[in-house]
């Protein structure tokens, strides 16, 4: 089998970085789309491709498109389990300080994943369930996640998933959610202003150095979470997002 040197397994580097570029433009693309992201000789990618569909890496559709595979959903859930289950000690500290609902979320496919959460104590709190798919723009994850990215990634993102608007104080327009991005990035958190759900307002802030996009939030009920609650949330958020990304390090 071919060497790369040092680095690795060459044929297996170029099969995963097939992966990551179907992953990139969004899930589903052609052979010439591959070619153009790609030093590899056409003949390469389809001999690549064709390993990959048959181990149920990648499958063809009737189209002729190529799109990530189901085998990938279980490599997918068991690492984010592994993700979530480092995290948790960390979610529990911010509950524990803050009394309200922790998250953990990662970027799949255009879209936020949450990996993690532990619930806060009150009965009336902020509940989403692990293995829940959320867009980027309306959540406090995802812009924290979008505000790593540069504004022309963004806006291919949004091209390919749209922005629909699930409150009425969803961000709706690209040119708004950009706006917002400045703001992420100035203040280095995010805030999901009722945009996922009426009455529920929510701090986030990336993992820094994560082996994945990941984001950590702190939410519940706009009559808890208010501007005094931000002061204590957004350094308890720093401090465990820095945890959580040093534990990562040292599993890695």
Known sequence: MAQNGARGVQSVERA?????????????????????????????????LRTLVGRGYARQLPNRRYSLGAK?????????SQLGGAATPYLKEIV????????????ESDMVVYIAQVPSKHSMRMFTEVGHRAHLHDTGVGKAILGELDD?????IVERTGMPTP?????GTIDALLDELARVRERGYSIDEEEQELGVRCFSMIVPDAPTPMAI??????????????ERA????????????KTLAQQG
């Open 16 to 48: 995963l970085e097939i992966l990551e570029l179907i992953t990139d433009v969004g899930g589903e693309v052609t052979l010439s789309e591959l070619s153009a992201h790609t030093d590899l000789p056409l003949p390469t990618i389809h001999r690549l």
């Open 72 to 80: 990938l959903i279980r490599l997918g859930e068991v690492a984010g």
């Open 96 to 107: 524990d300080t803050l009394d309200e609902t922790a998250n953990m979320a990662i970027l």
């Open 152 to 156: 022309a990634e963004v806006r291919r």
């Open 167 to 171: 409150t009425p104080k969803s961000l």
């Open 217 to 230: 939030s702190v939410s519940g009920p706009v009559s808890r979470v208010d501007d005094t609650f931000a």
């Open 234 to 245: 957004v350094p308890t958020l720093r401090d465990a997002a820095a945890k959580i990304s």
